[in-house]
């Protein structure tokens, strides 16, 4: 391996967790049993303090990310509004794997049945948000966000569509929309001029939800947009035949590059959001990150901002993860939603039967925060 020194890497060059792209997502659905209990993800846990990178460094990687003069781009959308008065945040404290004992499963069970016989109907934004979903990182929740903030909205009553712009199609398998080749799909869209209209389906099973599937053509997409007309608004021209008003919501699903596909996302909306993972390393390329935003920002669309960062897999046995945690917030403010997501093997069984973990399992720490985090997000549609 190159030297690690300077990308980021923890002094030494271990890496204490291996993540990769679409790890976990399955080929095919078993069949659904019942599910047994939920454990706390053991995952890997850091060997030892000694190699933890001092709260200096995580700093200077995140001062790094944000000195670029990405600060324009950064903050809630003015066609977003305010944070409505009585957005109550609920959790405010960040979950721990302590919810998954079983006493505080009982009492998160109990919220969770009340919340959802109850399903409040929360604000809908007055003109459709769309939301891009994106971090050229892979494995650090995007496509898992995208589906359960969907998921969550859909049941308090908004009406979502679900762009799936990853060739590995890991959001239209967990929303069991078919996605096999020969299907018609996001490639047809950007690289067919067909209309967006065309291939949206509804997904079985969750009302006011839908889904543009991508097949598995569209990683030949970015290369075969690079000579096209317009390469980077293909995605934008075919939201805007669109009638938008049939939604409340769109979130875009990207893939874990910073090409074509994930800029014709960022050309497409308004908001970015960036789940960010509570480990070190999930800094590096931050930087790179904010810089195409703001690059398609100055370049393609103005109205584009950093609306929304999204904690994600925060193991609080680590004190890394804290440490994470809170740089990020000190760095980004009130973009960084109060929830954050605790690892859960829930929230990564669910895929495998086609499902949310907030229809797989509603009263699991990882689909009460995500439902959570939607719920901050539904306020901030309040205009003030
Ligand atoms: N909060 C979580 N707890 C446990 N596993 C998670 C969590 N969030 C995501 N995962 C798992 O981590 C892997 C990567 O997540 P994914 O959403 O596919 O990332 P990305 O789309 O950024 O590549 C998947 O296997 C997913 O099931
Ligand atoms: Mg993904």
């Known amino acids: ?37 939920e454990q706390v993800s053991k995952g890997a846990l850091l060997s030892g303090e000694e190699e933890l990178p001092g709260s200096e460094r995580v700093r200077q990687a995140l001062s790094a990310a944000v000195s670029r003069g990405t600060s324009d781009a950064i903050g809630l959308s003015p066609e977003i509004g305010t944070v409505a008065q009585n957005a109550e945040v609920v959790v405010s404290e960040v979950p721990s794997n302590r919810s998954d004992t079983p006493i505080a499963r009982a009492a998160a069970a109990a919220i969770g049945v009340r919340g959802s016989s109850r399903r409040d109907a929360w604000p809908r934004p007055q003109n459709c948000r769309v939301i891009t979903i994106a971090n050229q990182k892979g494995g650090v929740g995007k496509t898992t966000t995208t589906v359960n903030l969907a998921a969550s909205l859909s049941q308090h009553g908004s009406r979502i569509l679900v762009i799936d712009l990853d060739p590995q199609g890991n959001a239209s398998t967990a929303l069991d929309v078919a996605h096999h080749v020969g299907i018609e799909s996001v490639y047809n869209v950007l690289v067919e001029n067909r209309p967006l209209q065309q291939i949206v389906v509804p997904v079985p099973e969750m009302q006011g939800l839908s889904c543009a599937p991508a097949t598995i053509d569209l990683a030949g997409a970015e290369v075969e947009l690079v000579p096209m007309v317009a390469r ?16 409340d919501y769109v979130l875009i699903d990207c893939p874990p590059s910073l090409g074509l596909l994930t800029v014709n996302a960022l050309v497409a909306g308004a908001e970015v959001l960036i789940p960010i993972q509570c480990e070190y390393y999930a800094l590096e390329g931050l930087e790179q990150l904010l810089r195409t935003v703001d690059l398609v920002r100055g370049h393609l669309n103005n109205r584009l901002r950093i609306s929304t960062i999204l ?13 994470v945690a809170d740089d990020v917030r000190s760095h980004f403010g009130e973009v960084v939603l109060q929830t954050i997501i605790p690892r859960s093997v829930r929230v990564s069984e669910a895929p495998s039967y086609g499902q949310s973990v907030i229809t797989y399992d509603p009263a699991s720490s990882g689909a009460i925060a995500y439902s959570e985090a939607a719920r901050e997000i539904a306020y901030r549609s309040v205009r003030a």
Do not use: I, K
């Open 1 to 37: 391996m190159h030297d690690a020194v300077g990308l980021g890497w923890p002094d030494g060059g271990t890496v204490p967790f291996a993540v990769a792209a679409g790890l976990g997502w399955p080929p095919s659905r078993p069949e659904r049993d019942n599910p047994p209990t």
């Open 232 to 247: 980077e608004s293909r995605l934008a021209r075919a939201m805007e035949q669109l009638d938008l008003s049939n939604y």
């Open 311 to 323: 904690l994600t897999m925060y193991d609080g046995r680590t004190r890394l993860a804290t440490q």
